[in-house]
């Protein structure tokens, strides 16, 4: 009997260990407290100079990833949604929603260098393309995208898209993608003629936002208004799986180390991960705590963090779309894996 229970323990410890290898293990290790009230968007990470770029109310703030502190930011962005870097250039986009605007930036001094206007309404993702060395913002008030040369600091076309955009993604190479959320497809974008060259049904998915890519295995993975992620063939045009994450995701991140993409679900506070096994297999590999609010995300693919913009609420009121900030809140949760 001693020897039957010892073998039970054994089996039982070696199947508990597998079960934890599984796991990827993501947890909040810190909570950057940045300045100001407000709304924000969309954030990102610049690897090579150890930066974090952050939109809020009407600036871009600036991290130090190294010791998680803000280091100086990029005023008058009014209405800012999101942020771009071209390190070749070396110089920095933000989308200004509320005045139709790009705010150019330097990226070693952080000092604003000009203002393009674009015709488009509501400027919301923004894109570098590096294939084109041209800058898309992808305009939610006209259902298009302005094209800027950064060369010429000017606006130099327009695309005309099926619906409203939402996020983009490059593959460097001479293809540009983006969600349109209010179609529920992907559409592809030749930046050579500046046209939409084909777009596809990403149903069941509905509403999709964010957008990332493996741009090894060619899947674009687009996160949906119905807890749906859609995981797409780029090359085929066509939906390869579903699966599900949590409420009010307006953010996805991939990682293409550990080929994991990662949804940012700010209704329910939480992060679903999910695992690609390879170009035709996922699975959700496990859901995160994060913190309401928690809506957009940006990695690190040198470190494999993730940065997630939030802040702390009061109650809602009858009649209120989302419950009011506290003020002096609002922060950037550092997610790390812990092994």
């Known amino acids: 009997m001693k020897n039957l229970l010892s073998i039970i323990c054994i089996v039982v410890l070696l199947v508990s260990g597998n079960l934890v290898s599984a796991q990827s293990g993501y947890k909040v290790v810190n909570q950057i407290h940045l300045e100001g009230d407000g709304g924000w968007d969309y954030l990102s990470v610049d690897e090579t100079a150890g930066r974090m770029y952050v939109s809020h109310a009407s600036m871009a703030l600036v991290v130090d990833l190294k010791t998680g502190k803000q280091i100086g930011k990029i005023p008058d962005t009014n209405g800012i949604h999101g942020i771009a870097v071209a390190l070749s250039l070396n110089k920095g986009f933000t989308s200004n ?15 604003v260098i000009e203002k393009i206007q674009v015709s488009g309404k509501n ?19 006209s259902s298009n995208a302005s094209v800027i040369d950064p ?12 619906g409203k955009p939402e996020f983009p993604q490059t593959d460097g190479k001479g293809i540009i993608y983006v969600n349109i959320e209010d179609k529920s497809e992907i559409s592809v974008i030749n930046p050579k003629t500046l046209k939409v060259e084909k777009s596809w049904s990403i149903a069941p998915g509905e509403e999709p936002s964010g957008l990332a890519l493996d741009n090894e295995t060619h899947r674009l993975f687009s996160v949906c208004g119905n807890k749906l992620m859609v995981v797409s063939d780029a090359e085929a045009g066509k939906v390869i799986t579903t699966l599900p994450i949590g409420d009010g995701c307006d953010g996805v991140a991939f990682d293409p180390t550990l080929k ?8 329910d506070g939480t992060i679903t991960v999910v695992q690609e096994e390879n170009k035709d297999s996922f ?13 957009t995300i940006t990695i690190d693919k040198t470190t494999h963090h993730l940065y997630l913009s939030t802040a702390e609420f009061g109650e809602s009121k009858a009649g209120e779309r989302r419950p009011p900030m506290k003020p002096g809140t609002f922060m950037v949760l550092d997610v790390a894996p812990m092994k």
Do not use: C, M
Request: hydrophobic share 35%.
């Open 260 to 267: 994991r993409a990662f949804s940012s679900n700010g209704g």
């Open 123 to 141: 400027p919301d993702a923004i894109l570098f393309d590096p294939f084109s060395q041209k800058v898309y913002t992808f305009n939610g008030g």
């Open 151 to 162: 060369a010429q600091s000017k606006e130099i076309g327009t695309i005309q898209l099926d």
């Open 283 to 295: 699975k959700v590999l496990e859901t995160v705590t994060s913190q309401r609010g928690a809506r």
């Open 97 to 111: 929603g509320r005045d139709n605007s790009v705010t150019v930036f330097d990226l070693k001094t952080l000092e």
